[in-house]
């Protein structure tokens, strides 16, 4: 078998997992490590199948352009009619929660209000337009949390802009988005592999989050598999026979986009209704979670590349 498995990423401590299910598996695999790359345009790229793990978050890792490099080399692989799980258009709304809100939007999934914003004054006339008790901020180019703050007033807001704090988004857009009150500290992830829903996660927020519930996008870094320790009340659950409507609803936002790998983020309000806030195509997997309800992710994402690989070998 000269085909092989292609994993696209920028940040090894993600891919170790994967990895380790791939080997276990006797799977071919070549690592495609891209914070800087070369995309010839008049070559062909090699044959098999080919998986972006791209970050929104790459430019904290001193990755600044590893995305922009990888929509380049997605580009050439689609072109060329490749097999390529979570290609350019997965890897426009992982960079972008304005693309993620207008995404799930147009799938009928409701978002919390939100209104982007490029420079101080406009920062400032978009939390006025919004005219919410409390909102926050977050940046449009973010995971791991970035630029989340909680505020319950515009002064409060003025004086983050104009003191030493304020962090702008890497591609200069701030967010102003109306807080979700929930009546119990967590959240939901759900977990797609191929498309379709694999299990939620239910993620305590009592600790770490006191910021908002959104603040809870930081799970990008506590999902990471590093420096996990067993907790006497874990911060992470799978929940066992998660069965709502909004999976269904979210499988066809994932085919609409093209989106085979993700992890969605929603919360409750206190009337019960579900708002989701986070997208994230380069999800990563809890392993103590996982150890304690059996189910695997990484192990589902393995078998799902072998198993595309084979059909890659037998239409070769």
Known sequence: MTEKIYVIHE???????????????????????INEGMVDLNDTPPEGVFYSRMSASSHTRGHRYAPEMADSLLAWLEHHGRTVFNGTRALRLEVSKVNQSMALNAAGIR????????????????????????????????????????????????????????????????????????????????????????????????????????DACRIDDLFCPVGEQVEENPKFQIVEGFNDPIIAKYEEFLRRNEIAVAGIEFIHNAAGEIFTYDVNTNTNYNSDAEAAAGKYGMLELAQLLGSELKKTVVVG
């Open 111 to 214: 978002t919390p209000k939100t209104i982007a914003a490029n420079g101080r004054e406009k920062i400032i006339a978009a939390a006025e337009k919004l005219d919410a008790p409390s909102f926050i901020t977050k940046h449009n180019r973010a995971g791991k949390g970035l630029g989340v703050r909680l505020f319950h007033s515009i002064e409060a807001l003025k004086e983050y802009l104009d003191g030493g704090e304020f962090d702008p988004s890497v591609d200069g857009i701030t967010l102003i988005q109306e807080y979700i009150q929930a009546p119990e500290p967590f959240i939901t992830r759900c977990e797609f592999v191929g498309g379709k829903f694999v299990y939620a996660v239910q993620v305590d927020t009592s600790e770490g989050f006191e910021l908002c519930p959104a």
């Open 11 to 33: 940040n090894e401590e993600w891919t170790t997992h994967l990895f380790k299910r791939l080997d276990e598996l006797g799977l071919p695999y070549e690592d495609w490590f």
